[in-house]
Structure formats: C-alpha cells, structure tokens
Nanobody, 121 residues
C-alpha cells in the first residue's frame, strides 16, 4: 500500500520561508506526475505547483517566483520550497502523486494527509 507523508509545515511571519517535504513509501514501481495543492478555509483545493512525468514544472501565478517544486526520484520525495511567504499563502498543503505499484499496474492517484502552513505576524 502506498502512503504519502508530508512534513515541514508550521507558522512563519510574512516574508519568511518554509520547506515542505513529501515522502512516498510502499510498493512503488514508478512515480509519474507529482504536485502540491492547498486548501484555505472556505475555499476549494487548488494546484500550487506540479511536475509532469517529462520533468516540466508548472506553478499557480500567485506563487510564481516565490515557490519551487522539486523531486528526488531515488529517495521518492517531493519538495516545495516556499520563500517570501504571504498571509494569503495560509492553507492546508497536500502532496499529490500518480503512482504505479508494478509494471502491470495502472496509474493511481494518491494524496497525503496535509500539513498546515500559517503565515501571520
């Protein structure tokens, strides 16, 4: 069974930085696309940043230039470096990955449990 576990959330002042990590574990043949989403209270979950299987990255306009997504295939981790944080970045951040458990398996979408990021003075 595959699990995604996020770490690195917390509270930070405006202008500060946080680094979120997501570790994938379990029976994994390959990890295709990965992403970070977030959901603020009263709002829908939204895509923050993603990496498709070919390696291209995409970012929401609101985080472009401030956030950087990366992946380490060998260690099965996905990282989101967040700089110059703003109060509007406050949300529950979720790791997302499309994973194949074996060469015979189709891709399955997985979500982490979420980690809270609060930006406040």
């Amino acid at each position: 069974q595959v699990q995604l576990v996020e770490t690195g959330g917390g509270m930070v002042q405006p202008g500060g930085s946080l680094r979120l990590s997501c570790a994938a574990s379990g029976t994994i043949f390959s990890i295709n696309s990965v992403a970070w989403y977030r959901q603020a209270p009263g709002k829908e979950r939204e895509l923050v940043a993603g990496i498709v299987s070919g390696g291209s990255t995409n970012y929401d306009d609101s985080v472009l230039g401030r956030f950087t997504i990366s992946r380490d295939n060998a260690n099965k981790t996905i990282t989101l470096q967040m700089n110059n944080l703003r109060p509007e970045d406050t949300a529950l951040y979720y790791c997302y990955a499309v994973i194949r458990a074996s060469i015979r398996s189709g891709p399955v979408r997985y979500w982490g449990q979420g980690t809270q990021v609060t930006v406040s003075s």
